[in-house]
């Protein structure tokens, strides 16, 4: 819906007050408002869905990256300490395979052996031989081990069954947190089983999953499936801390989860070790953690505040100009319609003053005729005793009767398009002239009259007695205006667009807005004074003429400061510009 002005002129309904009567710039300010609210509705709204979607996009693929990222680094983990343990594995099983239990109980050939395996394998602490009873029969290493009983180790019989055992992590004799890689062997001699044992510190586990722990990683860790900790954890605790894991994934697989602990999100990936009791956890930093996250919100944050200032900006000074152009437009339709309302009460009121002029003119002549019949029959007897008494009289009536003929044929002039005689004429000298009648009435009332006429003024063509018009009727309403003791200014230069501007200034009364509205209107006077009451034709007469001669008329005026007429014509020019428009 549309709200009208009383111009005419729409506006969106919320500009609507409970008080309708509301000025005209009250509503171009409203009108403002809500084009700016409008327009920064239809620019922001899109720039703030695309940024949502653009938010939201990027931290999914963040999250995926995440994922992403979260299994790949236990994986490498995995593969790591999968590769450590198949090389040592590979290393005992050879060792095992080619020499005896007789040949490796010896301590300089185990000696030898140690020296070799440790070079080639980090982490290895010391290498046993242990017989089937369980007691240790020959060990190489920084601890005296030798004769100590394994028999009631959880690690030793399920060693014995394989072929190659991967122990948990335990403190064993040592009091030194470590695991064990044993391979076992039938004896040649008898149907009992040996093993080779070798022993590896428990740190050398944090090594390798310290080599995977990068920036993002949160927390790396191994646990077994008793929930008994095989490596050291940043929140966890130390090894052989308790933690029991809630989601296991089955031998090969792996466990990709999404947590929240306290305020953070985390990404979580459990995976098993190969061939090992253990269990590889993995703790992620969530996206909101990541430098990229943040960089990225930050560079999002200022881009939008940068556009939507931008927007702002140039929505605020298009708001403006838009309320500015439309305002424009409605001042120049209304002025317009003014001058076409004016035209046709000038229309109107011109065939009405036709008619009244045709009307009275008849009963004039007869008038006039019967006092000339009765002149004539005066004339005829001149012993009339009141001969000249009505002699006297009837000359007063030709009088009368020539009087009314002139009024009705001003009325008729100002009903009727008179001829018009077009000439080059010089303003200077109009004004020169129309003074030349007026200065005596100046000089009586102490009125000074200050002319800073433009020598060499550009000729116009119009009119040299309806110009005389023009300038008599607008100076003698300035003298009228400024009573005694007052001032008025006439200006003629070159105008804009070659034309000739004639500017007539006064230092009277001023008049308010309202009244300046109508004062071209025919029979529209302020002069209310009895002595010198107004007809409202001068102005109306003046405008028509102007307009005639292709001119424009501009009034400003302001109440105790006076009131100024401007006149444009249009500047004479040899190939035929200039000429009046009829």
Excluded at 209 to 238: H, M, P
Aim: charged content about 25%; aromatic content about 8%; overall charge neutral.
């Amino acid at each position: 819906m549309k709200q009208k002005n009383s111009r005419g002129a729409a506006f969106p309904i919320f500009c609507v007050h409970k008080n309708e009567n509301i000025s005209a710039t009250a509503r171009y300010k409203c009108m403002r408002r809500s084009l700016l609210v409008i327009m920064l509705a239809i620019t922001l709204i899109p720039l703030a869905i695309v940024s949502a979607l653009n938010f939201v996009q990027y931290r999914q693929l963040l999250r995926e990256d995440s994922l992403a990222n979260a299994r790949w680094s236990a994986e490498s983990a995995r593969a790591a300490i999968d590769a450590y343990l198949e090389k040592l594995e590979a290393a005992i099983i050879v060792l095992i395979d080619t020499y005896s239990f007789a040949e490796l109980s010896e301590p300089r050939r185990l000696n030898q052996v140690f020296r070799q395996l440790k070079k080639e394998h980090q982490g290895l602490v010391d290498l046993s031989v242990i017989g089937a009873d369980g007691v240790q029969r020959a060990y190489v290493g920084p601890y005296r081990l030798v004769g100590k009983d394994y028999s009631d180790s959880n690690w030793f019989h399920p060693a014995l069954s394989k072929k190659i055992y991967v122990s948990e992590v335990f403190m064993g004799f040592r009091n030194v947190p470590h695991f064990v890689v044993a391979s076992s062997k039938k004896e040649a001699t008898s149907d009992e089983f040996w093993l080779l044992r070798a022993s590896i510190d428990a740190e050398t586990l944090d090594r390798f999953l310290a080599a995977v722990n990068t920036e993002a990683v949160e927390d790396i860790f191994l646990v077994s499936d008793k929930g008994v900790l095989q490596s050291s954890s940043r929140y966890q605790g130390g090894v052989l801390s308790e933690y029991h894991l809630a989601d296991k994934p089955k031998q090969s697989g792996m466990l990709l989860s999404e947590d929240v602990r306290g305020e953070d999100l985390f990404y979580r990936a459990v995976s098993r070790i190969k061939n090992t009791p253990w269990l590889l956890v993995l703790d992620q930093q969530g996206y909101a953690k990541r430098k990229i996250w943040l960089f990225f919100k930050g560079r999002l944050l200022l881009t939008l505040s940068l556009c939507a200032l931008a927007v702002g900006g140039v929505v605020i000074w298009l708001a403006g100009f838009l309320a500015n152009k439309l305002k424009e437009s409605d001042e120049a339709r209304d002025a317009i319609l003014s001058e076409t309302e004016h035209t046709s009460k000038l229309a109107s009121i011109g065939r009405l003053a036709a008619g009244v002029a045709h009307e009275i003119n008849n009963p004039l002549a007869i008038i006039g005729e019967k006092a000339g019949l009765m002149e004539d029959l005066l004339g005829l007897d001149e012993s009339f005793r009141h001969r000249e008494k009505f002699l006297a009289q009837l000359q007063d009536l030709r009088g009368a009767v020539g009087r009314a003929r002139a009024i009705t044929h001003r009325l008729l002039g100002f009903a009727r398009r008179m001829e018009t005689s077009l000439s080059l004429v010089s303003l200077n000298e109009v004004i020169h002239e129309v003074l030349s009648f007026l200065e005596k009435e100046a000089a009586y009332r102490n009125i000074h009259i200050i002319l800073q006429l433009q020598p060499e003024l550009p000729a116009i063509m119009g009119d040299h007695g309806q110009l005389q018009q023009v300038f008599l009727n607008i100076i003698n309403n300035a003298i009228d205006a400024v009573g005694n003791h007052g001032e008025i200014h006439i200006t003629s230069y070159p105008g804009e667009g070659k034309k000739v501007q004639v500017a007539i200034s006064d230092t009277g009364p001023g008049m308010s807005p309202e009244v300046r509205k109508h004062i071209f209107e025919p029979f529209f006077t302020t002069k209310m004074d009895k002595e010198k009451r107004g007809t409202g034709l001068g102005l109306s007469i003046t405008y028509g003429i102007v307009k005639k001669l292709g001119g424009e008329v501009e009034v400003s005026s302001e109440l105790g400061v006076g009131t100024t007429f401007i006149l444009s014509f249009p500047a004479y020019q040899e190939n035929g510009g200039g000429e009046a428009h009829g």
